[in-house]
């Protein structure tokens, strides 16, 4: 079974910038990326933990400086939702309101949908009653757009190109391993073609890994695969001791 937290996580510890600009440019254009960025997932979980209410896959709490020239910072809440849940918004909503209540500070709340529903896309929560309302909108994205954008995600530089694209086709190929492992050696040779560093190389494969898990017969096919790419563009990143320390 694929572990899609893991790679979540990871993936947007590691490249904050390329998940911010790809899948939500307008916050991105916002934040004074010179100036750095902390995460505080530690202090999230303590102000959220007793509203743990439905299965998603990560929270990310990051706390970034704006490039408008205000001495300002902001937190940006990250939400990636694993599965239709009726009381999403209602939980994106309690969140901001906790966060904004302990830090007092302005709080951008994102989601990722990354369900199979194409159908489900949960933006706004809002209550009402006795003339008193509430209407809380965030930002939502659907990973399964991304299927139509296929090209786009193949043409693009962006680091985080990769990990969509992984994540769509294992959902894909969930009761396909052949299927997936052609498309496993595809995105592989993709690192390759995109001339990024060897950390990133490395890293992106390990998301990949997480991903689209293999059996092992066909793990034994992929490292042949992997060992001809290596030796055709000339870079022996992920085979040998380097994968199997990576498999550790």
Same mark, same amino acid.
């Given at each position: ?17 390329d998940?911010l ?11 004074d ?8 997932d530690?202090? #999230?979980?303590?102000?959220?933990r007793d509203s ?11 706390k ?5 020239g205000?001495e ?18 209602? &939980?994106m ?11 007092n ?18 933006s706004?929560?809002?209550s009402?009653?006795?003339g008193?309302?509430? &209407?809380f ?42 299927s997936? #492992? ?12 995109r001339?990024?560093?060897r ?8 998301l ?5 898990? #293999?059996?092992e017969?066909l ?5 042949a ?6 030796q ?8 040998g ?6 498999e550790?």
């Open positions: 079974m694929a572990d899609f937290d893991s790679p979540w996580t990871e993936a947007i510890e590691f490249y904050p910038e998940f600009q790809l899948l939500f440019p307008e916050v991105h254009a916002v934040v990326w010179r100036r750095g960025y902390e995460y505080l530690k202090e #999230l979980q303590q102000i959220v743990e209410l439905g299965r998603r896959y990560v929270d990310k709490l990051i970034v400086w704006l490039n408008n205000d300002k910072w902001i937190l940006i809440h990250v939400e990636v939702q694993g599965d239709e849940e009726a009381e999403f918004g209602e &939980r909503f309690v969140y901001y309101v906790r966060l904004f209540d302990n830090y500070r302005p709080v951008v709340s994102l989601a990722v949908l990354a369900d199979e529903n194409p159908n489900w896309r949960p706004t929560y809002q009402e009653m006795c008193c309302e509430v &209407r909108k965030f930002p939502s994205v659907k990973l399964l757009d991304f299927t139509k954008r296929w090209s786009e995600l193949e043409q693009s530089q962006n680091r985080f190109a990769v990990v969509i694209m992984a994540h769509l086709k294992a959902k894909e190929t969930t009761r396909d391993p052949n997936r #492992l052609q498309w496993k050696i595809q995105l592989v040779r993709f690192l390759f073609e001339g990024w560093t950390q990133d190389i490395l890293e992106l494969f390990r990949i890994d997480w991903l689209m898990v #293999l059996p017969e793990e034994r096919k992929l490292e695969n992997l060992a001809a790419i290596e055709e563009k000339q870079m022996p990143y992920v085979t001791f380097e994968r199997r320390a990576i550790r």
